[in-house]
């Protein structure tokens, strides 16, 4: 079974700052799709980016993107210009191509330091 | 513009005391989905309907039921609540279940068992 591990319950970063957040996974296959959901407090989950693994090449969105390391099963999520708006809890999450159901890790709570 | 609406966004029940949760949508998607996050965990499927197909995960207590009687409505339907169902339920929709359609979330119902 695939899972999702995300190592930093909590972190903070100065506003304007960069910031990464770790996700490792496992899984045995080798097609999937990588996901950084995002949850500010009292709002719903929304889609921060997207990662394809049969592409090399990191996904990136604006001031998201993210560091994909298949052979460490490694998928990072970088934020640049940390803005205030950013403060949320984090997803990490994985996706076969077999199955309807996203595995999600625990989560990273990220708060901005003005 | 609201897409997924989940009713209430709080709700209060006593221990063994049935309970049902609502979720629409305004998106016109085929997939309505159930998760289920306690604190500091990771959100759980719990189930999801395919139109009017109905799958179950199979690690879902049969406390649990749902019902979706049209496109937009699904219901969460807790028959005998625990405090250990005490937590946030998700609904979230997508187009249809490919790895590419992205989920979109409602902002969640807080469940409390007393």
């Known amino acids: 079974a695939q899972t999702v591990t995300q190592s930093q319950p909590e972190m903070s970063v100065q506003e304007a700052e960069t910031v990464t957040l770790s996700c490792t996974y496992d899984t045995s296959e080798s097609d999937y799709y990588l996901f950084w959901y995002k949850q500010p407090p009292s709002r719903q989950m929304i889609l921060v980016i997207r990662q394809e693994a049969y592409k090399q090449q990191n996904a990136t969105e604006n001031r998201f993107s993210v560091n994909f390391q298949k052979a460490a099963k490694s998928f990072s999520l970088k934020i640049s210009d940390s803005q205030l708006g950013d403060a949320a809890m984090y997803f990490c999450?994985?996706?076969?191509?077999?199955?309807?159901?996203?595995?999600f890790g625990k989560g990273t709570r990220l708060h901005i330091l003005p | 513009d609201a897409m997924v609406i989940q009713n209430p966004r709080y709700q209060v029940t006593q221990f063994g005391k049935p309970v049902t949760l609502s979720c629409s949508q305004t998106?016109?998607?085929?997939?309505m989905y159930w998760y289920q996050q306690k604190s500091s965990q990771a959100p759980k499927l719990l189930f999801h309907?395919?139109?009017?197909?109905?799958?179950n995960e199979a690690d879902t207590p049969d406390n649990f039921q749902s019902r979706r009687p049209n496109t937009s409505f699904c219901f969460l339907d807790i028959r005998s609540p625990g405090l250990g169902d005490a937590a946030m339920y998700l609904c979230?929709?997508?187009?249809?279940?490919?790895?590419?359609?992205?989920?979109?979330f409602g902002p969640g119902t807080r469940l409390t068992v007393l």
């Open positions: 998106l016109n998607h085929n997939v």
């Open positions: 309907y395919y139109d009017k197909d109905f799958n």
């Open positions: 979230a929709t997508s187009r249809s279940r490919g790895v590419l359609d992205t989920q979109y």
């Open positions: 999450a994985y996706r076969s191509l077999l199955d309807d159901k996203i595995i």
